[in-house]
């Protein structure tokens, strides 16, 4: 779900951020190899009951996440978008999705679109996908045939946002101004989840979770490349210049380099169990890593192939979404509030102070 040129990776769900300079800033934990804990600005909160995923608007600067409560067979009770102030961390609205045929259109993947002001989520119950007004909350369209709806991501370059249907091992694309599906790729036999695009390129990169490899769909390619990454991958990221991918692999608990020119993996690092989510931090490279079981998020150096820092989060840290300046977040699905709810963890560059700009800010110079 992360898309290259705008620089915003996500991953699983709690809040990690890096230091000017690339330097970690972890709370009350030293990186690996150091003799001294680097301290930042944290904040964590209880949010609601059945957190899965977020994005930042560098636009409106708010922080989006999906919420819905309801395991499968069980029917889904309840769901909300909820619009985040990124510096107090406070609930600013909440927008519940429509319902169709009786059924709420429950949300889950998230990404935006900031050159329309719009908000592309999943709807993977429901085998569809919807726009929402990033103005507003009001809900603009459902797009339904996209069997298993997992993630989404925007390439606003080309006004084009992609869906990986699970269920149907499809890459769907849509025009962001039409709202209307342009392009369908389907590899069969594939588990599409994962999704990260490069705008520079205008390729979409898929994690296949069935098959432990990454689908390549490329303009103007005949068909999909399939490259090897490692064992059961769930979540994907590029490198800054697009020509290495990471998979944060949940079934071998790994995190994956794919030289992807090359199409093969160059280095697997063990960062913990169910690695379920990544992001890239743009100025250092790092590569923020959410394992769902072990409660932790890993800090990883993609060249050297090392962890280099931990952070302990509450349990199951589900996605993590990095800004451009730096500052992480991380929903969880706890259940650790005073209601049980889940949480959202935030955690800032040392450098920066509390305040309104401290989750997004400019890029800093790297």
Known sequence: MASLDRRVRRAA?????????GALALTGTAAAGSGNPVRSHTAAVPLTQGLYQSAYSERNDVLWATASVGQPPAPVTASRLLRIDPGTLEVEAEYTPPTNNGTVEAVYGIDVDDEHNTLWVTNTRNNSVAVYSQETGRHLATRLNVNHSREVVVDEKRDVVWVSAFGDGALVAFDSRTLKEIKRVTVLGSGPTGLSVNERTGAVYAADFTNSRIIEVAPGSRAPRLVPTGNGPLSLALSSDGRTAYTADQTS??????????????KSVATGEGAKSLAVEPCSGRVLVAN???????????RAGTVVGSVVTEAYPNHVEVTDGGTAYVVDKSGS?????????????????PGRNVAAGPRPAC
């Open 253 to 266: 608990g790994t995190m994956s380099v794919v030289d992807l020119r090359k199409g093969i993996v160059v």
């Open 13 to 21: 769900a709690t809040a990690v951020a890096l230091a000017f300079g």
């Open 337 to 353: 509030g005073p209601a049980g709810e889940d949480g959202l963890t935030r955690i800032g560059p040392s450098a920066q102070a």
């Open 292 to 302: 769902r079981l072990a409660g932790t998020v890993s800090v990883v150096d993609p």
